[in-house]
């Protein structure tokens, strides 16, 4: 079955610590992405990729990094520089216009 | 400014009764546009999408949407709503920034009663 997987479910992260959310897609999607969802506040873009070794940053990219070395996986590291990182994330996925395919998400809280 | 707006936060309706889901966007050009649905502690699943063509839209479980260009809405409805319908109900649209960003709604929680 082709889909997104994202691990881990949940995440916890200590005072000053980074942390790396895995997204992993085999569609064969050119296009990823990564979301931040906050209650009563949708989704917010935090990064995205058209291509391998390419990507932009979104509205929220402050404290966060990604990479994209391979077509399948399009990891997030949130920093210690993001200071309040308790949230739902999503990563998505898609071809052309087509619509995004997404992951069933981490959600990653403070110790 | 690009936008979309969901005006309600939660809906409520009884098992049976249609159902309406208001969407209305702020974007330049023509806009592609799509609802997605989100069960609790789950990603967003596509229910149909409006790029061109025919107003109305049919989409999955029943759901349809109206795309009204002179209103700039898409508002999402089903004829008759189920219990299992409860959930997190997001409307978005696809701009070309020159990287085809979706601006997401920030959602609106529908309950069905039995």
């Known amino acids: 079955d082709g889909g997104i997987t994202q691990s881990p479910k949940y995440l916890f992260r200590k005072e000053g610590q980074n942390v790396t959310l895995s997204c992993e897609q085999n569609?064969?999607?050119?296009?990823m992405y990564w979301y931040r969802q906050d209650p009563g506040q949708g989704l917010r873009l935090i990064y995205y990729s058209q291509i391998v070794n390419d990507f932009q940053k979104g509205d929220i990219a402050e404290g966060y990094s990604v990479s994209r070395e391979k077509k399948e996986s399009f990891p997030l590291t949130v920093t210690s520089a993001q200071k309040n990182p308790t949230a739902f994330y999503l990563c998505?996925?898609?071809?052309?216009?087509?619509?995004?395919?997404f992951g069933d998400g981490t959600r990653l809280s403070i110790l | 400014a690009q936008s979309v707006a969901q005006p309600e936060d939660q809906v409520n309706v009884a098992e049976g009764n249609p159902l309406t889901v208001k969407c209305t966007y702020s974007?330049?050009?023509?806009?592609?546009l799509f609802w997605y649905v989100q069960y609790p502690n789950r990603g967003l699943q596509f229910l149909l999408k409006?790029?061109?063509?025919?107003?109305l839209v049919k989409g999955s479980y029943g759901f349809e949407a109206e795309f009204n260009k002179s209103q700039t809405s898409f508002h999402l409805k089903k004829p008759s709503a189920l219990v299992s319908d409860s959930a997190l109900y997001f409307c978005?649209?696809?701009?070309?920034?020159?990287?085809?960003?979706?601006?997401f709604g920030a959602g609106t929680r529908l309950f069905v009663k039995a």
């Open positions: 569609l064969n999607h050119d296009a």
């Open positions: 978005a649209v696809r701009v070309d920034t020159g990287g085809f960003k979706t601006i």
């Open positions: 409006y790029i061109t063509g025919d107003n």
């Open positions: 998505a996925s898609n071809l052309g216009s087509q619509p995004q395919h």
């Open positions: 974007v330049s050009g023509n806009p592609y």
